[in-house]
């Protein structure tokens, strides 16, 4: 049996539904009460689509369909952050089991550095 292989319009569907899905976590985490992923959120949104435009940065929709294939879930939330110089996306992930786990990317490989 071969194994699914998804179509460049699925993969492409997919990707802006991420995106999608990404944006309006972020923007509801504006409603009162706070904001989970901190005041500088607009910028982090900035700085990342620059990067990723600049192919400096993999696209976060990248990211979270990588979340997605090595760990059943959902993303809550996610933002670009620096740490020591690195560029990582914290991604906040729900896992099928219930499970909140927050997981931190290199944001330039897509390496998974935490939340396993």
């Keep these: 049996m071969k194994p699914f ?3 460049p319009v699925l993969r492409a569907t997919l990707g802006a539904l991420a995106v999608s899905l990404a944006l ?3 923007a509801a985490a504006q409603a009162p009460g706070g904001d989970s992923l901190g005041a500088g959120w607009r910028q982090q949104q900035d700085e990342a689509r ?3 435009d600049q192919r400096r940065l993999k696209p976060l929709s990248e990211v979270i369909a990588q979340l997605g294939r ?4 959902r993303q809550l939330d996610a933002g670009l952050e620096d740490q020591n110089g690195r560029q990582v996306y914290r991604v906040r ?3 099928a089991d ?9 944001a330039v490989t ?4 935490s939340g396993r």
């Design 50 to 52: 620059q990067g990723v």
């Design 110 to 113: 897509g390496l998974i550095l």
């Design 24 to 26: 309006a976590s972020v």
């Design 5 to 7: 292989s998804p179509s």
């Design 93 to 95: 992930w729900m896992t």
């Design 70 to 73: 090595t760990t059943p879930g």
């Design 98 to 106: 219930g499970r909140r786990v927050d997981y931190m990317i290199d």
